[in-house]
C-alpha cells in the first residue's frame, strides 16, 4: 500500500506545516525589506523550535532500548533493557520540569498554526505526565495482563530481530541482563507493598503461572517441551548465514544465560508474587487503595481526555447499553428469531455454527478468514482515505505462552523503518471466545482501517516531529479503532447479518465498559458482579466475560477510552455531514483526523471544526 501523502524534509520545513501540500496563492505584493526580517526571525524560532524536538525526542530514545528497538534500531544499547529504577524515575521528572520551563521561551507568535498545536500537544503531554506522577505508585507494576514476565519472551521473539551475528550477541546480552531488570521490577513491587498497593489476590495466581510457563521446557528442565525463548533463539541462529562452529558458540552461551539469568530472575519474581499474594487487601478497585478514589480520577482524565466523573462516565455507559440493545432486535427480526434478547444472546453464545472448532484445524480456519477480511478491506480503502501507510500488516496468532492471559485481539505498531510490519493478533486459545459473526469486526478494529491505519500513518508523517508520531491519547486511538468498526458498514461490509450483528455485540461490549469500569472502581462492585453484568448484557460466553473484567480491574479506567473516543468522532462526523452537505468528503473527514498523529479529544474537535469552516469557505 503506498501513502498519498507529500514529503515534507528535513524538519525544519516545519515551518510550512501541511499547507506546503498545496501550491502557493499567487500574490502581486512586492517583497520588502520588512518582510524579509519578519520572515527570518520566524524561520528562526521555527529552526529552534524544531530542534528542541529533536533534542529532546533523541533523550527520551537514548534512554529507552526496548523504544528503540520498537522503532527497528539497532544501536549501542541493543542489548539492553530499559532502566525502570526509582532513580531513573526521578531523574525522568526532572527532566520534564525542566523542559516545561523552555517551552515558555519561545514566542508563539513567530510560529506557523502547524508548529503551535505541536508546540501545544508537547506541553500537554509534560503537564499529564507531572499530574499522573503523583500517583507514581498506584500503577500495578505487576499485573496478570501485561507485565515484565509476559513483556520479556514477548519482546525477544517479536522485537528483536537477528539478522547477523552482532544481533545474536545482542540477543543474549538480554538475557543475561533479564535478573538486573528483574531485581528492578522487585523493587518498584516492594516500595508499592510499603504503600500497600496491590493487585487483587485473584491476579497472583495467573502471574505465577505465566511465570512459571516461561521457565517451562529445555534447558529449564527435562520435559519433551522446548521453552518458547530457546526456541526462538535456535530458530533465528540457525537462519543465520555464519559458520557452524560461530553458531554452536551463540547457541551455548544462550544457554548459559537462561539458566544463569532467566530462570533465577523468574525464580525471585515468582517468590516475590507469592509474597505479595498474602497481603493484598480484599476488594477488586482501586478504592480500595489510599487516595483510591483521586487515582481512579486521574486515570479518567488520562484515558479519556476529557472532565467526565465517574457518575457521567456511567451514564453514558447505560444510554448506550440501552441504544444497542434496540438495534440488535432489529438484526433479530431479520434473521427471524422468535424470543427475546437474552434467548437470542444464549442462541448466539452456544450455537455451533457460529464457532469453528477448537482444534490446530479450526484455528487455522480462523486465521484464514481474518486473512481474507483484511485483503477485502484492503482493497476498498483509498476509496475512503487520502492517507494510506507504506508499512504492511500482517496477522498472527498470540504465541502460546502468553495467549491463557493475553487478550481476545491486538495490535503491535511496524517498525519505523519498515523492517518489521504491523501485527494484528488473534488468541485462538479458547475457539469458542472468538466467535465468527465477530470476526469482521475484530479484523477492521485492530487491522485496517483501525489501529493499523491510524499508527502506520501517523508514524510515516513527514509533516510532525518524531515525538508527535507516538503520543498517548487512549481515547483518540482506541476511539478510532471502534469507530472503525461502523465505519466498515457504511463501506458496504458485513453483508451477512449476522455479522453486523458482531459489530453491534462488540460496541455493546465497549459501552457495557463503560458501566462495569466505573462500576468496579467508584461504586465499588466485586469482580462477580461485574461479570454477571456482562453475561445479562451482552453475547459474549463466560469466559470472555471474565478475562474482560480482570483486565479492566487490572488497568483501571483504560476501558473507558474506546467509547467515549469513538461517540466523540461520530459527534463530529455527523456534524461535518449536517454542515457540509454534498461537500462532506470521507476522506478530507479522514485525513483531517489522522494528519497530526494522536491529540486529545478536545483538540480533534478544534480540527474538525476548522476543516469543517476550510470546506465551507472553498
Not at 287 to 312: I, Q, V
Amino acid at each position: 500500500m503506498k501513502k498519498q501523502i507529500c514529503k515534507l524534509t528535513p524538519m525544519a520545513m516545519l515551518i510550512s506545516g501541511l499547507m506546503a501540500c498545496s501550491p502557493a496563492p499567487e500574490t502581486t505584493t512586492q517583497t520588502t525589506a520588512a518582510d524579509l526580517a519578519t520572515e527570518s526571525t520566524q524561520k528562526s524560532e521555527s529552526e529552534r523550535l524544531d530542534a528542541f524536538f529533536e533534542r529532546t525526542f533523541q533523550q527520551d530514545l537514548d534512554r529507552s532500548p526496548l523504544f528503540q528497538s520498537y522503532l527497528g534500531i539497532k544501536g549501542e544499547q541493543y542489548g539492553e533493557w530499559d532502566d525502570v529504577s526509582e532513580e531513573r524515575q526521578d531523574e525522568q521528572i526532572a527532566i520534564a520540569k525542566n523542559r516545561l520551563e523552555e517551552l515558555d521561551n519561545f514566542d508563539t507568535e513567530k510560529l506557523s498554526e502547524q508548529e503551535k498545536l505541536s508546540l501545544r500537544l508537547y506541553r500537554d503531554q509534560i503537564e499529564k505526565q507531572l499530574k499522573n506522577d503523583q500517583f507514581r505508585h498506584h500503577y500495578y507494576v505487576v499485573h496478570q495482563f501485561r507485565a515484565a514476565h509476559t513483556m520479556v519472551p514477548s519482546f525477544l521473539i517479536n522485537i528483536h530481530s537477528v539478522t547477523n551475528k552482532s544481533d545474536a550477541q545482542a540477543y543474549i546480552s538480554r538475557l543475561d541482563k533479564v535478573d538486573t531488570f528483574f531485581d528492578q521490577v522487585i523493587d518498584q513491587m516492594k516500595l508499592r507493598e510499603e504503600k500497600k498497593v496491590f493487585p487483587p489476590k485473584w491476579s497472583y495466581d495467573q502471574m505465577i503461572q505465566a511465570s512459571e510457563n516461561v521457565i517451562s521446557g529445555a534447558p529449564f528442565d527435562t520435559s519433551d517441551e522446548t521453552s518458547s525463548i530457546w526456541e526462538d533463539f535456535q530458530n533465528k541462529v540457525n537462519a543465520l548465514e555464519i559458520d557452524e562452529t560461530d553458531k554452536q558458540v551463540l547457541l551455548e552461551e544462550a544457554k548459559a544465560a537462561l539458566l544463569t539469568s532467566v530462570r533465577p530472575a523468574y525464580e525471585n519474581l515468582i517468590a516475590e508474587l507469592k509474597h505479595q499474594r498474602e497481603l493484598t487487601p480484599d476488594g477488586d478497585g482501586v478504592w480500595r487503595l489510599p487516595e483510591g478514589d483521586k487515582w481512579y480520577d486521574n486515570r479518567l482524565a488520562w484515558f479519556t481526555s476529557t472532565d467526565l466523573t465517574a457518575d457521567e462516565v456511567h451514564n453514558i455507559g447505560r444510554e448506550n447499553v440501552e441504544r444497542i440493545h434496540n438495534a440488535m432486535k432489529d438484526i433479530m427480526k431479520q434473521v427471524e428469531f422468535d424470543g427475546t434478547l437474552q434467548e437470542f444472546f444464549e442462541f448466539m453464545r452456544n450455537d455451533d455454527q457460529f464457532y469453528y472448532a477448537n482444534t490446530d484445524e479450526g484455528r487455522q480456519k480462523y486465521m484464514d478468514e481474518a486473512k481474507r477480511a483484511v485483503d477485502e478491506m484492503r482493497e476498498a480503502i483509498p476509496e475512503y482515505f487520502g492517507l494510506i501507510p507504506e508499512a504492511d500488516m500482517v496477522v498472527k496468532r498470540v504465541e502460546a505462552f502468553r495467549e491463557e492471559s493475553a487478550g481476545k485481539a491486538f495490535y503491535q505498531s511496524p517498525a519505523q523503518d519498515g523492517s518489521r510490519p504491523g501485527i494484528y493478533y488473534a488468541n485462538l486459545y479458547d475457539m469458542r471466545s472468538m466467535p465468527t459473526y465477530q470476526l469482521e469486526a475484530l479484523a477492521y478494529h485492530e487491522g485496517i482501517p483501525g489501529h493499523h491505519m491510524q499508527r502506520a500513518i501517523a508514524q510515516e508523517l513527514d509533516s510532525v516531529p518524531q515525538f508527535q508520531k507516538f503520543l498517548s491519547e487512549t481515547a483518540y486511538t482506541e476511539g478510532w479503532g471502534l469507530y472503525s468498526e461502523e465505519l466498515a458498514k457504511d463501506m458496504g461490509f458485513y453483508k451477512d447479518p449476522y455479522s453486523d450483528f458482531g459489530r453491534l455485540a462488540m460496541e455493546l461490549w465497549r459501552a457495557c465498559r463503560l458501566v462495569v469500569d466505573t462500576g468496579i472502581h467508584s461504586k465499588q462492585w466485586s469482580r462477580e458482579k461485574a461479570i454477571d453484568y456482562l453475561i445479562e448484557n451482552t453475547p459474549n460466553p463466560e469466559a470472555d466475560a471474565v478475562k474482560a473484567i480482570e483486565r479492566y480491574i487490572a488497568m483501571p479506567g483504560q476501558a473507558t477510552a474506546y467509547m467515549i473516543g469513538k461517540l466523540k468522532i461520530m459527534e463530529l462526523r455527523q456534524k461535518a455531514m449536517d454542515e457540509l452537505g454534498d461537500k462532506f468528503d470521507y476522506k478530507g473527514f479522514h485525513d483531517e483526523i489522522l494528519k497530526d498523529g494522536p491529540v486529545p479529544l478536545s483538540i480533534l474537535e478544534e480540527k474538525i471544526n476548522g476543516w469543517i469552516k476550510k470546506v465551507k469557505q472553498a
